[in-house]
């Protein structure tokens, strides 16, 4: 399944975020794509708001990822920036596949790398600067429910 989104304002992005936070669970995907200030730190700012984990959500482009464990008794928080990695194999070795269980994935830059992780991810390619254009891609059952929840930000 397949949606497109349009954000006109911040508070628009962050809406969005928050209410994708509230509906991930332990396991899910989400794959971020854009160029460079496209919103992807913004967007993972606000899921983890929905989610309740502990901040501050800040790139991790030089540690690649960060564990942000949950303030309220759900899952943890694992954001990943692809963006200095050169391969799958790259990826692969920050051994994501163990925390994917038990904690919801975030990998900025994960195109064409982070699609192994899992056979069911929602991939969401944001374009703009301003108002901002999201291509969603619901890879799985689970991530058309959460599409279908997301209907108000439908383009």
């Known amino acids: 399944m397949e949606r497109d989104f349009r954000w006109p304002t911040l508070e628009d992005t962050q809406q969005f975020g928050r209410a994708l936070g509230g509906l991930l669970r332990g396991g899910d995907l989400v794959v971020l794509t854009g160029d460079l200030g496209a919103g992807k730190t913004t967007l993972t700012q606000s899921i983890a708001e929905g989610l309740g984990v502990r901040g501050p959500i800040t790139s991790p482009t030089f540690v690649i990822s960060r564990v942000h464990p949950s303030l309220v008794g759900g899952p ?4 990943v920036d692809a963006y200095r990695l050169g391969s799958a194999v790259e990826l ?3 051994d994501l ?3 994917l269980d038990a904690s919801v994935v975030i990998v900025e830059w994960g195109a064409g790398l982070a699609e192994q ?3 069911t991810r929602l991939e969401l390619t944001i374009s703009g600067d301003v108002e901002r254009s999201v ?3 619901a890879v799985g059952p ?4 959460v599409l279908a929840e997301l209907s108000p930000w439908v383009a």
């Open 76 to 79: 943890a928080l694992v954001h």
């Open 92 to 94: 692969d070795d920050l």
């Open 97 to 99: 596949d163990a925390d």
């Open 117 to 119: 992780l899992s056979d």
């Open 135 to 137: 291509h969603a891609v």
């Open 142 to 145: 689970r991530f058309e429910h």
